[in-house]
C-alpha cells in the first residue's frame, strides 16, 4: 500500500473524526462495560471480549462482577472458583490471566488497575490491544486500541491489498489509528471505531453506503466488493485426532481429573482418556489411556456419545464411554491431580463445554438432579 494513501487521507483527518463520534453518538449499543469508567469492570470486558462475541459476553460479564465486584475479591479468590464462573466461555487462559494479573495489581499497585502503558503491559494476558484499549477506554489516554474490528475498518479504508500480517498491523495500521485519534477522545473514537467495524464495515456484506466514512474509503470508491479486504493468510487444515475419554464409575462417584497448567485448557477439569494411537481400536486406547494416566484397570461397559470440536489447527472426534472400575490405586503426578467425585457434584467443578454435555448425559442416565 503505497503510504501516500494514509497521509492523503490524515489530510481530512478531522473531518473523519467529527463524522464518526457523530455516528457512534446516535448508533452506539448500549452495553454494560459502556455504563462506567470504572478500570477494573472495562479490564474484565475488554478481556471477554477476546475471542467470544458481544451477546454470549453479556451474562457472562454480570455473573463475574457479582461474584467478583472489585479486584481484592478476584485476587483473594481461589483459582477454581474463577475458573468454575468462568466456565462455559471457553479460551481458559484469559481467566488465569486475569487471576494473576489481580494479584500483581493488589500487591504492588495497592488494587488499582495501572495508567502507564509499561506497567499494564507487563501483567499477565496485556498485549498492544488490551494495553491500548484499558487506557484509553478508561482513562481516555490516546492509544490505539487495535481488534479485529478496527483492522478490517483500516483495510478498507486505506485499501491495503496485502496479506495482513504482524508487519503491516505494527507498521502502518497502528501508526494510522494513533494519528487519527483526536485530542481528549481516546475512549469515545477507538470505541466508535471497533463499533463501526462490528455493525457497518462487517466481515461479509458490509454497509458501505450506511457508512460515515465511506467519502474517504478507498475500498468503496475503488473496488468492487470491498468485502474481500483485509486478506488473510489461508488457514492449512490440521489433522483430526480421535481422543477415547472414560467416564468412570464406581460406587455411584465418578473419576475426574485436572489438567496441567501448561497446556490448552490447562488447570479444567476433564474425564481421564487420550489420543488413540495407529492401529488401536477407540475401546482399547480407552482402556490403555486410563491405565496409564490413573494407575487402575476398568471395563468398558458401554459409549456414551462421540462428537467433533475444532481448534485453530487441528480437530479432534472425542468417544466417551462409560467405565467400570474394577482394581488398582490411583496415581496422582505433580502436573495431574485425580480425584472420585459424587455424581451429584459434578457441577461444583470447572469443566471444558465438550466434558459438560457428557455431565448432562450422566445426570439423566443416573437419575442424578442438576
Keep these: 500500500?503505497?503510504?501516500?494513501?494514509?497521509?492523503?487521507?490524515?489530510?481530512?483527518?478531522?473531518?473523519?473524526?467529527?463524522?464518526?463520534?457523530?455516528?457512534?453518538?446516535?448508533?452506539?449499543r448500549d452495553l454494560p462495560w459502556r455504563r462506567t469508567k470504572?478500570?477494573?469492570?472495562?479490564?474484565?470486558?475488554?478481556?471477554?471480549?477476546?475471542?467470544?462475541q458481544v451477546e454470549q459476553v453479556i451474562p457472562y460479564y454480570h455473573r463475574f462482577l457479582k461474584r467478583f465486584p472489585d479486584v481484592f475479591s478476584l485476587a483473594n479468590a481461589s483459582l477454581d472458583n474463577v475458573m468454575k464462573v468462568w466456565e462455559g466461555m471457553g479460551y481458559y487462559r484469559r481467566a488465569k490471566y486475569l487471576y494473576n494479573a489481580a494479584k500483581i495489581i493488589v500487591s504492588e499497585y495497592k488494587g488499582i488497575v495501572p495508567n502507564d502503558y509499561e506497567a499494564l503491559r507487563q501483567l499477565p494476558g496485556f498485549g498492544n490491544y488490551t494495553t491500548g484499549s484499558v487506557l484509553s477506554i478508561a482513562y481516555n489516554q490516546p492509544y490505539p486500541?487495535?481488534?479485529?474490528?478496527?483492522?478490517?475498518?483500516?483495510?478498507?479504508?486505506?485499501?491495503?491489498?496485502?496479506?495482513?500480517?504482524?508487519?503491516?498491523?505494527?507498521?502502518?495500521?497502528?501508526?494510522?489509528?494513533?494519528?487519527?485519534?483526536?485530542?481528549?477522545?481516546?475512549s469515545d473514537f477507538n470505541q466508535a471505531l471497533m463499533e463501526l467495524g462490528a455493525l457497518v464495515c462487517r466481515p461479509a456484506k458490509p454497509d458501505c453506503r450506511q457508512c460515515c466514512w465511506k467519502h474517504a474509503c478507498l475500498a468503496f470508491?475503488?473496488?468492487?466488493?470491498?468485502?474481500?479486504?483485509?486478506?488473510?493468510?489461508?488457514?492449512?487444515?490440521?489433522?483430526?485426532?480421535?481422543?477415547?475419554?472414560?467416564?468412570?464409575?464406581?460406587?455411584?462417584?465418578?473419576?475426574?481429573?485436572?489438567?496441567?497448567?501448561?497446556?490448552?485448557?490447562?488447570?479444567?477439569?476433564?474425564?481421564?482418556?487420550?489420543?488413540?494411537?495407529?492401529?488401536?481400536?477407540?475401546e482399547d486406547a480407552c482402556l490403555r489411556e486410563v491405565r496409564e494416566e490413573t494407575g487402575i484397570t476398568i471395563r468398558i461397559t458401554n459409549p456414551i456419545m462421540s462428537f467433533k470440536h475444532h481448534y485453530s489447527h487441528y480437530s479432534i472426534v472425542l468417544h466417551f464411554f462409560y467405565g467400570r472400575y474394577l482394581g488398582g490405586r490411583l496415581k496422582n503426578r505433580k502436573t495431574t491431580k485425580l480425584r472420585w467425585v459424587p455424581m451429584q457434584e459434578l457441577t461444583r467443578f470447572a469443566f471444558p463445554k465438550a466434558n459438560q454435555r457428557v455431565i448432562s448425559r450422566i445426570f439423566e442416565d443416573y437419575g442424578v438432579s442438576d
Design 1 to 28: 500500500m503505497p503510504i501516500n494513501y494514509s497521509i492523503s487521507i490524515l489530510k481530512n483527518k478531522k473531518t473523519l473524526q467529527k463524522k464518526i463520534l457523530k455516528w457512534f453518538d446516535s448508533h452506539k
Design 38 to 52: 470504572d478500570p477494573y469492570a472495562i479490564w474484565i470486558s475488554e478481556f471477554m471480549l477476546q475471542q467470544t
Design 145 to 186: 486500541a487495535v481488534d479485529g474490528n478496527v483492522i478490517r475498518v483500516a483495510a478498507r479504508l486505506l485499501k491495503i491489498t496485502k496479506v495482513i500480517d504482524t508487519t503491516i498491523i505494527k507498521k502502518i495500521i497502528t501508526p494510522f489509528i494513533f494519528d487519527l485519534i483526536p485530542d481528549g477522545k481516546a
Design 221 to 282: 470508491h475503488e473496488m468492487n466488493d470491498p468485502s474481500v479486504l483485509p486478506k488473510r493468510k489461508k488457514k492449512i487444515r490440521g489433522e483430526i485426532r480421535h481422543i477415547a475419554v472414560a467416564v468412570v464409575v464406581k460406587n455411584r462417584k465418578i473419576l475426574i481429573a485436572r489438567r496441567p497448567d501448561n497446556v490448552i485448557l490447562g488447570n479444567l477439569w476433564e474425564f481421564p482418556g487420550g489420543k488413540q494411537k495407529k492401529e488401536e481400536s477407540i
